[in-house]
Every structure is written in structure tokens, then in C-alpha cells.
């Protein structure tokens, strides 16, 4: 895989995030997300939601990807592929990732160049960069 974003990529991208999903855990929302992250030496990790009795302890798909790959001490990323919808109901809208999941891909990403991948299917998809869906933001250079 060569590592610019094209179509051939997005749809790999989204196929992972798709299997991811299957995996999610989430009987209380029911809500089940996957996703897939492309790291900069062309590896595809992948992550789905883990929710909680306790409702504040559930994880985003997002995360659980971000936090898988830099536990394999990878941490360059050029993309993320999500994908999600209601457990019974199908995949009915296209997710963006929540605030939270946003500022921990800031952390370790360019938002000019990242692209998020918001997929209903491997063929009906957006793309932005996360300085559209994170602008002004907040990361490690406002610390130096
Ligand atoms: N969720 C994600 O995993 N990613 C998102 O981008 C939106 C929300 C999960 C969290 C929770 O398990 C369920 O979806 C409902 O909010």
C-alpha cells in the first residue's frame, strides 16, 4: 500500500474499521463502532467502543485504536476510518469522532494533514481533516 490516501486505501481503511465493529462492546447504547487507523509506516490498527457498567468508563473505538498503536510503540498516523451505527438497525448515518477522541488524535497527528474517514459503507464516505473537525486547537507544541 503506497501511503497516500486514495480511494483503493479509504475502502481498505473501512472494511477494518467494518470488522473492528464487530467486535465492539456496547449492550448498554448498543451503539457499536469500529475504527481504523493508518499509521505512516502503512500498518492498520484497529479499535472498537468498550463500554461499562459504569458509564463513564467506556472507551471510543477511536481511542481504543490510538491507544492499541501506541502501545506498539507506533505514533505517526495519517488517517482514521469510522465507522458505526445502532446494533439491529444497520449503519444509517455517518460518525465523527467525539470531542474527546478528537483532542487524543491531536496529540499525536498534524491536523492539517490527518484525514478522518466518516463511512456509512466502503463507498459512501466523507472525508476531513481533523483541523476542520478540531480548529484553534490545543497539542504538545503549546507546552514548549
Ligand atoms: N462512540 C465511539 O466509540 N466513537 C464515536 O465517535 C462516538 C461514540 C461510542 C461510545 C459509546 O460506547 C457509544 O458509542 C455511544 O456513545
Redesign the pocket.
Known amino acids: 500500500m503506497s501511503n497516500t490516501l486514495d480511494n483503493g486505501k479509504c475502502k481498505c481503511l473501512i472494511s477494518a474499521a467494518l470488522e473492528a465493529r464487530e467486535k465492539a462492546y456496547?449492550p448498554y447504547?448498543k451503539?457499536k463502532?469500529g475504527a481504523a487507523l493508518f499509521t505512516s509506516d502503512e500498518n492498520i490498527i484497529t479499535g472498537c467502543?468498550v463500554?461499562n457498567a459504569s458509564y463513564p468508563a467506556?472507551n471510543?473505538?477511536?481511542r481504543t485504536a490510538v491507544f492499541k498503536a501506541i502501545s506498539m510503540d507506533k505514533k505517526s498516523f495519517e488517517a482514521i476510518a469510522?465507522i458505526?451505527g445502532k446494533e439491529n438497525d444497520g449503519i444509517k448515518d455517518y460518525?465523527?469522532?467525539?470531542g474527546v477522541?478528537r483532542q487524543v488524535l491531536r496529540e499525536f497527528v498534524d491536523p492539517c494533514r490527518f484525514k478522518v474517514i466518516m463511512a456509512k459503507s466502503m463507498d459512501d464516505y466523507k472525508i476531513a481533516t481533523l483541523e476542520e473537525l478540531l480548529p484553534l486547537s490545543f497539542g504538545p507544541e503549546n507546552l514548549e
Not at 95 to 98: A, D, F
Request: charged share 10%.
Open positions: 456496547a447504547s451503539f463502532v467502543n463500554e467506556c471510543c473505538a477511536e469510522i458505526a460518525t465523527s469522532p467525539c477522541c
